[in-house]
């Protein structure tokens, strides 16, 4: 018997009845894909001046969210790993967030993919249950650098990204049957983004989109949150596919055809330049997968609420969906193994009072309270909350003092969600309290001036200046 996955391969579509396949448009048996350049003249041709006031405003808060994601990011193993990387490339003279300098277009791209996502603080979309905005941002950074274009037509560049990547990324989750995460759709955003700041015209655009699509990393994600390692969205691959894709487009490479242009995914470009989805982002307070994020926002309140000491308990059940339910519960030896994972970032919550670096960093994964807390903890799958995933991921604790004492919470959802309205104050508190471990109060300041004023500064202008921040400020 034909799989879905194979009919779906092969054009036959089951949407307009679910109990049936039905013949997609074919011509002598091959797959139609409808050639328009309508995703391309959007990313080519979108404006600062163009955007809604809204949007822009959102394009900055996601420049200094993003930012926030590449400093953290320099300062863990997976960054080294990708400085590491960049040896076997030719240098340059490009600096990127975190003091390092002297780097090739490649080398920078490679080097900040390998950095964007190491923390798991970025952004993230619910449509695609996965991070847009790590996705592309090293390759458009480097592009942003090597072409030293302003930094507000790198957050212009910024804004089309998320539209290309959240578009492409529901099609291939669809048509593949299966939960590709951020690496596969964050090579076809990359490709594009490059595309736009080193001027490409819109056939070269089809062409660098084609064959990151064709060659994207199809990262089997869940894989990944049940055995974590540095694998986890597979960003540094999307990165470098991306950067490929773009430059071999440059050398004469020829491609046709993406997932885009096959006639059920048309819909999906028919809201270009009306609906904006850097405006239904979710913004995350915590460095960790976002489905602990519900239970480490319930033991924080709760704590708070009633006034309990992390040794006053004994027990804590944390009800959720079975998604959550299948994160990781191993003793991390790793800061990866201890981000996709449930019941170490909710220990830590407990003990520490919060989820940052400072508790998800190597140093501090072996702390003896966290690990004899994770002891203590205990994880259901809710029949009521999993109904309710993917359109909604919610979760509730039930805590068990040690003099018999229950309580128990409402359902919660991860803070930061798009339906949260999100602003500037919020996105300033974030970075605030992430980047305390590294920088001064008056350092804080005056990196978050360097990010929202004088926009139309050369973006390399911009990152020496928040690395001279970042150094004279330093802790």
Request: glycine letters at 8%; charged letters at 25%; one cysteine or more.
């Amino acid at each position: 018997m034909t799989s879905l996955n194979t009919m779906r391969y092969m054009g036959f579509t089951d949407k307009e009845d679910p109990g049936r396949a039905v013949k997609n448009d074919l011509e002598d048996g091959r797959m139609v894909f409808n050639e328009t350049y309508k995703m391309e003249e959007f990313m080519l041709n979108t404006k600062w001046q163009d955007l809604p006031e809204e949007v822009q405003q959102r394009a900055v808060d996601c420049g200094i969210d993003l930012m926030l994601a590449l400093i953290l990011g320099s300062h863990g193993e997976q960054f080294q790993n990708g400085l590491r990387l960049t040896k076997y490339l030719k240098g340059g003279d490009l600096e990127i967030p975190g003091g390092e300098k002297d780097l090739s277009f490649m080398g920078a791209a490679f080097a900040m993919g390998h950095a964007s996502n190491s923390y798991d603080i970025d952004d993230g979309h619910n449509s695609i249950k996965g991070h847009p905005g790590t996705a592309f941002v090293g390759g458009v950074l480097a592009a942003a650098l090597e072409k030293n274009v302003t930094y507000k037509e790198y957050l212009t560049t910024l804004v089309v990204c998320y539209d290309l990547a959240v578009r492409a990324g529901i099609a291939l989750q669809d048509h593949y049957n299966y939960l590709h995460s951020t690496g596969a759709y964050g090579a076809i955003s990359t490709a594009a983004g490059i595309g736009r700041i080193f001027g490409f015209t819109k056939e070269q655009m089809k062409t660098a989109i084609s064959m990151a699509e064709f060659h994207a990393p199809m990262t089997p994600v869940m894989r990944a949150v049940e055995y974590p390692s540095m694998n986890k969205d597979g960003v540094p691959f999307g990165a470098m596919v991306g950067t490929l894709a773009a430059l071999d487009t440059i050398a004469g490479e020829s491609a046709k055809t993406q997932v885009l242009e096959m006639p059920e995914y048309e819909y999906l470009l028919d809201t270009l330049g009306e609906v904006y989805e850097i405006m239904n982002l979710y913004f995350k307070p915590y460095t960790c997968c976002r489905w602990a994020h519900q239970p480490i926002q319930a033991s924080i309140e709760i704590m708070q609420k009633h006034g309990i000491a992390p040794e006053d308990i004994k027990k804590v059940t944390v009800h959720t969906f079975a998604s959550a339910a299948a994160l990781s519960k191993i003793v991390p030896h790793e800061t990866d193994e201890a981000q996709y994972n449930i019941a170490f970032p909710v220990a830590a919550a407990i003990v520490h009072g919060d989820v940052g670096y400072s508790q998800m960093c190597n140093a501090a994964i072996g702390n003896p309270k966290v690990l004899e807390m994770m002891k203590r903890l205990a994880f259901d799958v809710d029949p009521e909350m999993e109904a309710q995933f993917p359109e909604k991921r919610l979760a509730w604790i039930e805590m068990e003092l040690n003099d018999g004492t229950v309580y128990k919470t409402g359902p919660y959802a991860a803070n930061g969600e798009r339906t949260d309205n999100v602003d500037h104050k919020w996105i300033v508190k974030k970075f605030k309290r992430i980047v305390n471990p590294f920088l001064k109060e008056e350092g804080k300041c005056a990196a978050l001036r360097v990010l929202t004023d004088n926009l139309d500064e050369p973006v390399r202008e911009i990152v020496a200046d928040l690395n001279v921040v970042l150094q004279k400020y330093g802790r």
